[in-house]
């Protein structure tokens, strides 16, 4: 069965909306473990609108289950990045305009300063994801650049309107998986997967992680975390591949 990583951004987000000390993410992030979280994952921006430095340091320090720090390749977030050592850095695109992380990194333009990157922090320990689309060329260049393992994009899954766009999207999935599988790299799916989308994606074959934020955040609010993470975790072994069902 596929690994739930938890996203606790959002969490961080309505803090940051009056500027005070609560809700913590940090407390989120425990909560997330007792309910059942496989890993947690954050993202540390570098406008630092949400996740802020005092959070990365004390996630590191608490989180017992795999810790994926998001990040992109500037500079000073790399050196927090090379001095945490989470056990996973995801290389995700950042624009200061955009409320979340829209599509996929861009490894292909940016293959000479991302190799440099996934390098430094190889060297200190980490493993390294590519947040990418289902692209062929994309994933290629992920596989070249270093990278052990990518994270697909699944926004066009998510926002799909129709059955025939929702299987279109699937099925460039599907082949993105297939061809990420071959070229050695581990395979993990997430973006704008919810509690009444994801069993489709969770019952494809070959995804070893999902990464769900905002849904699960959400849910919280009325059942509080443990529970939203409870219930998404059943989502994924009820849905799951069946040769993963016990």
């Known amino acids: ?10 969490v961080a987000t309505i803090r940051q909306a009056r500027r005070t000390d609560e809700p913590d993410p940090v407390w989120a992030a425990i909560e997330a473990e007792l309910g059942g979280a496989d890993g947690i994952t954050f993202h540390l921006r570098e406008d630092r609108r949400h996740i802020v430095d005092r ?5 590191r320090e608490t989180v017992s289950v795999k810790l994926n720090m998001e990040m992109a390749v500037a500079e000073d977030v790399v050196n927090i990045a090379a001095e945490l050592k989470p056990a996973q850095c995801s290389l995700v ?20 300063r991302i190799s440099e990157v996934v390098a430094r922090l190889r060297d200190a320990g980490i493993v390294l994801s590519a947040f990418i689309e289902p692209v062929a060329d994309q994933i290629g260049a992920s596989a070249d650049a270093g990278f052990d ?12 309107t129709t059955p025939s766009e929702r299987q279109f999207a699937l099925d460039d999935l599907r082949a ?6 071959q070229s050695g790299l581990e395979v993990h799916a997430g973006h704008g997967l919810t509690y009444r989308n994801v069993a489709l ?4 074959p070959g995804f070893s992680e999902f990464n769900i934020g905002h849904s699960i955040v959400a849910r919280a609010a009325f059942v509080g975390m443990r529970e939203a993470v409870r219930e998404m975790k ?13």
């Not at 393992?149 to 799909?160: F, P």
């Not at 994606?201 to 494809?204: G, N, R």
């Not at 059943?234 to 016990?246: F, I, M, S, T």
């Open 1 to 10: 069965m596929a690994l739930l990583g938890v996203n606790i951004d959002h």
């Open 149 to 160: 393992a990518v994270e697909l994009w699944t926004g066009a899954y998510a926002n799909a």
């Open 176 to 181: 993105g998986l297939e061809i990420a599988s």
């Open 93 to 112: 695109p950042e624009r200061r305009e955009e409320l979340t992380t829209e599509g996929g990194l861009d490894v292909i333009r940016h293959r000479k």
């Open 201 to 204: 994606i969770a019952a494809v």
């Open 55 to 59: 959070d990365a340091r004390l996630l």
């Open 234 to 246: 059943r989502l994924l072994v009820q849905h799951g591949p069946k040769e993963d069902r016990v």
